[in-house]
T-cell receptor
Framework: GQNIDQPTEMTATEGAIVQINCTYQ??????LFWYQQHAGEAPTFLSYNVLDGLEEKGRFSSFLSRSKGYSYLLLKELQMKDSASYLC??????????WGAGTKLIIKP | IAGITQAPTSQILAAGRRMTLRCTQDMRHNAMYWYRQDLGLGLRLIHY???????GKGEVPDGYSVSRANTDDFPLTLASAVPSQTSVYFCASSDSVSGGGQDTQYFGPGTRLTVL
């Protein structure tokens, strides 16, 4: 079967750095997405990786290793507004997105 | 309208009743999707449409039906609601499905449905 694994919850301190990991086993690979979802709101797109390596976008970076079935989202200079769930999703061979359950990130002052 | 809208925002429904969740996008995207989101689970695809006039089944299609008469609208119908269909429903759209490239999905604000 297809599987996306992420930690259920993480806690970090305002101003610090946090890394959220995602491992996947899917039938085929056509890209990996990270989304942010604040409580009670819709998921919003953060980043996309299709080739190995690091993609940087301001305070957020995302890394992909296709051979290891592994990605991480790195958030720097954490702000209180970064408290949210972070969803990892992989596009499979049928071009459908397979979603992880999400990682709830709690930021403490 | 900017992006994707969904209606209603929330609904409490008696079991056995019929319900249609509405979704409209103004981005002229080809593909549209319906997901449900339940606590502790990832988003699960119910139905999708690659282009107007076509639909397909996702991971959890039973008890749901969709239609895609035009590019903008993609309603989801529960013919006879059951309590296990209590969930948050998200509609999404993307520019293309199998054309390759990033093809990011953009989400509507969601409908919170409770079936009693």
């Amino acid at each position: 079967g297809q599987n996306i694994d992420q930690p259920t919850e993480m806690t970090a301190t305002e101003g610090a750095i946090v890394q959220i990991n995602c491992t996947y086993q899917t039938s085929g690979f056509n890209g990996l997405f990270w989304y942010q979802q604040h409580a009670g709101e819709a998921p919003t797109f953060l980043s996309y990786n299709v080739l190995d390596g690091l993609e940087e976008k301001g305070r957020f970076s995302s890394f992909l290793s296709r051979s290891k079935g592994y990605s991480y989202l790195l958030l720097k200079e954490l702000q209180m507004k970064d408290s949210a769930s972070y969803l990892c999703a992989v596009r499979d061979s049928n071009y459908q997105l397979i979603w992880g359950a999400g990682t709830k990130l709690i930021i403490k002052p | 309208i900017a992006g994707i809208t969904q209606a209603p925002t929330s609904q409490i429904l008696a079991a056995g009743r019929r319900m249609t969740l509405r979704c409209t996008q103004d981005m002229r995207h080809n593909a549209m999707y319906w997901y449900r989101q339940d606590l502790g689970l990832g988003l699960r695809l119910i139905h999708y449409s690659n282009t107007a006039g076509t639909t397909g089944k996702g991971e959890v299609p039973d008890g749901y039906s969709v239609s895609r008469a035009n590019t903008d609208d993609f309603p989801l119908t529960l013919a006879s609601a059951v309590p296990s269909q209590t969930s948050v429903y998200f509609c999404a759209s993307s520019d293309s499905v199998s054309g390759g490239g990033q093809d990011t999905q953009y989400f509507g604000p969601g409908t919170r449905l409770t079936v009693l």
